[in-house]
């Protein structure tokens, strides 16, 4: 089958083929899904490098990470090269489209633009919990980050991982390194963990994280990367990386609803007619770090 998307022709085959047995959600669907929310999630890839986490039997099969771009691609998707990676780009609609018909249902992007890899648009943290700590246990945990943050005037904003856990993006002005994001991530990390041991840690080490957040600090770096807002998740259930408020995390909180946190394709789509992109204002805001 064949798209027209933004002027680019894209081939797309095995539609029919099932990626999410649980539901019988499809390849096809996957596809139209991306297709459907490239406008939304474009401008959070653009000009970054891009990791593909791809399933080509579906989310009950192998799966691997791509990193370097394959050499079949389309001659109008192009790359950047970072460390001896020539890492994918997905700068407009039709690659993102692309991408999905090579079976990448996860999509993960740099922190930093091509136009200068050294220096990060944003400070992550990244919170994964120790079961049977929960998203609830992730969302306990954002509101510390937030109150830490707002000494020195900084914002964040928040998303679902999709999976078990929460990330907060904290947008910069572009003046500060690697360096400098990954231990100021450290630092808030470290003072959470000193101040609440029963309920933080920044070790990556599973054996010490149960019923416990991990503050992910080390996601603070040129190599690695983050689920991309709107990303699809190769759970059980086509679950997708959602941008949420402050007041939905506290209102899921209150209720002690953790399902209020979980999201699924069609719910995006609602979301975003109704809200708009939640998390565009990382793009656009403009923060100093305190150095």
């Given at each position: 089958?064949t798209?027209?998307?933004g002027?680019?022709?894209?081939?797309?085959?095995?539609?029919?083929?099932?990626?999410?047995?649980?539901?019988?959600?499809?390849?096809?669907?996957?596809?139209?899904?991306?297709?459907?929310?490239?406008e939304?999630?474009?401008?959070?890839?653009?000009?970054?490098?891009?990791?593909l986490?791809?399933?080509?039997?579906?989310?009950?099969?192998?799966?691997?990470?791509?990193?370097?771009?394959?050499?079949?691609?389309?001659?109008?998707?192009?790359?950047?090269?970072?460390?001896d990676?020539?890492?994918?780009?997905?700068?407009?609609?039709?690659?993102?489209?692309?991408?999905?018909?090579?079976a990448a249902?996860?999509?993960?992007?740099?922190?930093?633009?091509?136009?200068?890899?050294?220096?990060?648009d944003?400070?992550?943290?990244?919170?994964?919990?120790?079961?049977?700590?929960?998203?609830?246990?992730?969302?306990?945990?954002?509101?510390?980050?937030r109150?830490?943050?707002?000494?020195?005037?900084?914002?964040?904003?928040?998303?679902?991982?999709?999976?078990?856990?929460?990330?907060?993006?904290?947008p910069?002005?572009?003046?500060?390194?690697?360096e400098?994001?990954?231990?100021?991530?450290?630092?808030?990390?470290?003072?959470?963990?000193?101040?609440?041991?029963?309920?933080?840690?920044?070790?990556?080490?599973?054996?010490?994280?149960?019923?416990?957040?991990?503050?992910?600090?080390?996601?603070?770096?040129?190599?690695?990367?983050?689920?991309?807002?709107?990303?699809?998740?190769?759970?059980?259930?086509?679950?997708?990386?959602?941008?949420?408020?402050?007041?939905?995390?506290?209102?899921?909180?209150?209720?002690d609803?953790?399902?209020?946190?979980?999201?699924?394709?069609?719910?995006?789509?609602?979301?975003?007619?109704?809200?708009?992109?939640?998390?565009?204002?990382?793009?656009?805001?403009?923060?100093?770090?305190?150095i």
């Amino acid at each position: 089958m064949t798209s027209e998307i933004g002027g680019r022709s894209v081939e797309t085959s095995n539609r029919d083929k099932i990626f999410w047995p649980r539901t019988g959600f499809s390849k096809g669907g996957l596809i139209d899904y991306y297709e459907a929310i490239a406008e939304t999630m474009v401008p959070h890839l653009r000009d970054r490098p891009i990791t593909l986490r791809r399933w080509p039997d579906g989310v009950e099969g192998p799966t691997f990470f791509q990193k370097n771009a394959p050499k079949h691609r389309p001659e109008w998707i192009t790359t950047v090269r970072l460390g001896d990676v020539d890492y994918l780009r997905l700068d407009e609609p039709a690659a993102l489209v692309w991408a999905a018909n090579l079976a990448a249902i996860e999509i993960h992007p740099g922190l930093a633009r091509a136009e200068d890899l050294d220096r990060p648009d944003f400070v992550v943290f990244d919170l994964d919990p120790g079961p049977p700590a929960d998203v609830l246990s992730c969302a306990r945990i954002a509101l510390l980050i937030r109150g830490v943050l707002g000494r020195d005037d900084l914002e964040a904003w928040p998303k679902t991982s999709g999976s078990k856990g929460l990330q907060l993006y904290v947008p910069l002005d572009g003046q500060a390194g690697f360096e400098q994001t990954r231990s100021f991530a450290l630092a808030v990390a470290q003072e959470l963990e000193r101040d609440h041991p029963d309920l933080v840690v920044t070790a990556i080490g599973k054996g010490i994280r149960k019923d416990k957040v991990l503050i992910d600090w080390s996601q603070n770096a040129p190599s690695r990367t983050t689920v991309a807002a709107y990303s699809v998740r190769a759970l059980d259930t086509p679950t997708v990386s959602t941008p949420v408020t402050w007041d939905e995390l506290e209102s899921a909180l209150e209720r002690d609803h953790a399902s209020a946190l979980r999201f699924g394709v069609d719910d995006v789509f609602d979301r975003v007619a109704e809200r708009g992109d939640l998390m565009r204002p990382v793009l656009e805001r403009q923060q100093a770090l305190p150095i």
